[in-house]
């Protein structure tokens, strides 16, 4: 039997107040988030990361002093492994974040010493963005040289597993809530400088895709909106803001369940922008109804999903989407349609 390591990449955070600034800095250095030359984004990242330090750590503070991502990922993983030995398959899960620990180096080290024949590579970004999935796949090209073939899943973004796991979660919170009729459901995604989606990355349009997916399966939730949070910076960002979403919500005479639909599983943006920044807005605004849906987590759709992503992707070679997404002829800088090898 062959021996497959599967490789979840994140984002990563801080595993304590000191080490806010250091997670920042690393993200802002990042070529894909900052696209400037070497010295200049070097010299940026360390006047971001410096200035915002205060700021990011007040916040991490409110989580307990560190970032939950690595042991929600972790229990993600542990999940997948056991799902994919159900199966058959003699598999471990490995772990690389893209701007903590542990980084691509650490994890290929451990890879390579498990000398596994089969390797693949697993996005915790359903949606494909060159400035999450792109810098990960680059970042582990570069850390890793040992045995395997390896393969990529590039994006999952409509997929029944993915979506049936969202909507359990909007399900759940707007039954908690007592099923507010007047109610408008906001599918809330991480921004990206407009810029960046216009030289054609497919970031949006598989946002839109899997909010379409998930709402499909909700009819009882009819009114539903595209929001996109977490703006830094004077550049223009993807529209309408969900700070914009969650006024015109009140200004229609709406309450709003918000779900965060680019994310996985819970960290900094779920539990302080959504759960403590937006929910003040909305309380401030006098919006009726203020819901907010979990993260997929290890809910049984999103690791079955997640273990067929893997199954589907051992007889093939390169880089390819799990389901039935593909991007439009739009987007160039999707890498299916690049024809970019793993």
């Known amino acids: 039997m062959s021996r497959l ?3 979840l990449f994140n984002l990563g955070g801080p595993d304590s107040l000191k080490a ?32 915002r330090n205060k700021t990011a750590q007040a916040n991490y503070a409110i989580m307990g002093g560190r970032s939950p991502l690595l042991p929600e990922t972790e229990a993600q993983a542990q999940a997948l492994e056991a799902e994919l030995k159900a199966q058959g398959h003699d598999a471990r899960v490995f772990i690389a974040m893209r701007y903590w620990h542990p980084f691509a180096d650490e994890t ?19 949606q ?7 810098s990960s796949a680059k970042d582990w090209a570069r850390a890793y040289k040992g045995p395997g073939r390896t393969r990529t899943v590039c994006c999952y973004p409509t997929t029944t597993g993915l979506a049936e796991a969202h909507a359990a979660e909007i399900r759940k919170a707007w039954e908690a809530g007592g099923k507010p009729a007047n109610v408008r459901l906001l599918f809330s995604a991480h921004g ?10 497919p970031y949006e349009a598989q946002i839109n895709a899997t909010a379409a997916a998930v709402a499909a399966l909700l009819p009882e939730i009819t009114d539903w909106r595209v929001s996109f949070q977490s703006r830094v910076g004077r ?67 999103f690791i079955a999903d997640l273990a067929a992503a893997v199954s589907g992707a051992l007889p093939r070679d390169g880089v390819a989407p799990h389901g039935d997404w ?17």
Do not use: M
Not at 128 to 134: A, H, K, N, Q, Y
Not at 326 to 342: D, F, M, Q, T, Y
């Open 5 to 7: 390591a599967v490789v």
């Open 20 to 51: 806010v600034r250091p997670f920042l800095f690393n993200l802002f250095r990042d070529p894909a988030i900052i696209q400037l030359p070497a010295p200049a984004r070097y010299a940026l990242a360390a006047l971001i990361s410096t200035t």
């Open 108 to 126: 290929a080290k451990a890879v390579a010493a498990y000398a596994p024949d089969e390797i693949v590579l697993l996005p915790l970004y359903p």
């Open 128 to 134: 494909f963005s060159t400035t999450t999935t792109g």
């Open 192 to 201: 990206l400088p407009q810029q960046i989606v216009d030289a054609g990355d």
């Open 235 to 301: 550049l223009q960002w993807l529209k309408p803001s969900t700070e914009d979403a969650i006024k015109a919500a009140h200004d229609d005479g709406k309450g709003v369940l918000i779900t965060p639909i680019a994310f996985v599983s819970e960290h900094v943006e779920t539990l302080v922008e959504l759960d403590h920044e937006y929910a003040d807005l909305a309380k401030e605004l006098g919006v009726i109804t203020y819901l907010r849906a979990r993260t997929p987590g290890v809910g049984a759709p």
């Open 326 to 342: 593909r991007c439009p002829s739009a987007h160039g800088k999707c890498p299916c349609r690049l024809g970019a090898a793993a």
